[in-house]
């Protein structure tokens, strides 16, 4: 196992076999923890300037590193947005970014794979990619004629205020080992989620009742004014990943499959795929936002070669595509994931509808 993936699996409570670094990581956490501390105290104090837009904020966030179902819920949002009668906006900074204003991302073309990801999925919404998200937002607003912000990833962007900070927690691994940055997965402490409107625990029903009711009175006690929602990532489907063919996710049950991703939880997404039935007959790991190659496709054929299908993440098969294009390649699928409510679904749209006076 790569470092990386050491680390992954230590700051995930998954192992201890990044244990010797343990004494430096937990130095390195307290220094982390007082910079995230100070600054939450600058944008409180006014001593750092918070934008107020001109029209309603929503951030969907997370106190952790790594895959919360941000992207889900980022479109089910802002389709419910669209659907309301509103023209919303989503802005990322998009990881290792680095234009010097603002992008707005269209499908196939230039952009990071969350931005191509949510370009697919919700078609109506402009997207944005800025490394200063002050500046998309004013963008989509002046130029665009957007009438709602989504800041994706937006729970520790105090330079723009929000009229709804919706925090999203994984129910299959919520804090990982319990510590801050470099020596666990938190961002900051988990007492944080109490600036939350609403906590959302995702792949709820990836967990048993017990783990679920437990986490659920945790989350009460850190943000009690905090509406609670639970929801899942259901798989609707599979696609092909070259020519869009669609396949419903019983073809899955008994065929031998093998499984590559490149995301914050590799984790979740086996759950996923064993829970349909599939025999995995291994899983490539790459570290989050690998940009793979053609090395790695070809890599990816001959470890799975007696696999009926190689099955990838959404986030991934952004990355693929360009890849595999123009190749007559059957085997790359993609599973296809919907964002569902197991509960708090209705509370959750009526905060909606207040925050960004959606008339009834």
Not at 37 to 64: C, D, F, H
Not at 80 to 97: Q, T, W
Request: glycine residues 10%; charged residues 25%; hydrophobic residues 40%.
């Amino acid at each position: 196992m790569s470092w990386i993936g050491s680390w992954t699996a230590y700051v995930r409570g998954e192992s201890t076999g990044f244990l010797c670094m343990s004494p430096f990581l937990k130095l390195a956490s307290i220094g982390f923890h007082k910079i995230a501390v100070v600054r939450q105290k600058a944008y409180e104090n006014g001593w750092l300037p918070s934008e107020q837009m001109p029209v309603p904020v929503i951030s969907v966030g997370n106190v952790t590193v790594g895959g919360t179902g941000k992207t889900p819920c980022v479109s089910w949002v802002a389709k419910y947005l669209f659907e309301a009668g509103k023209s919303p906006a989503v802005i990322l900074r998009g990881y290792g970014n680095r234009i010097s204003g603002h992008r707005v991302v269209q499908p196939g073309r230039v952009g990071g794979e969350e931005a191509l990801l949510l370009c697919e999925k919700i078609p109506q919404t402009l997207i944005v990619e800025a490394p200063h998200r002050r500046l998309g937002a004013r963008a989509a607003i002046m130029q665009h004629g957007s009438n709602v912000i989504i800041l994706d990833d937006g729970f520790q962007h105090m330079a723009i205020r929000r009229n709804l900070d919706l925090a999203l927690v994984d129910a299959t691994c919520p804090w990982g080992n319990g510590a801050i940055l470099p020596a666990g997965i938190l961002r900051e402490p988990r007492e944080s989620l109490g600036r939350a409107d609403a906590v959302i625990l995702t792949r709820a029903d990836l967990v048993d009742t017990d783990t679920l009711a437990k986490l659920s009175r945790e989350i009460q006690s850190l943000a009690p004014e905090a509406i609670r929602a639970t929801a899942s990532h259901y798989p609707s489907a599979i696609r092909n990943v070259t020519d869009q063919c669609l396949l419903g996710v019983q073809w899955l049950a008994g065929r031998r499959v093998g499984l590559c991703s490149a995301i914050g939880n590799p984790k979740g997404f086996a759950a996923t795929v064993n829970r349909l039935g599939a025999t995995v007959l291994g899983h490539t790991i790459f570290r989050d936002h690998h940009r793979y190659s053609q090395q790695d496709i070809e890599e990816l054929k001959s470890r799975f070669r007696d696999a009926e299908a190689i099955l990838c993440t959404a986030k991934d098969a952004v990355k693929l595509r360009p890849l595999l294009r123009g190749k007559p390649e059957r085997k790359f699928w993609v599973l296809e994931i919907e964002w569902r409510f197991l509960s708090g679904e209705e509370e959750i749209g009526r905060l909606i509808a207040e925050k960004v006076r959606i008339k009834k």
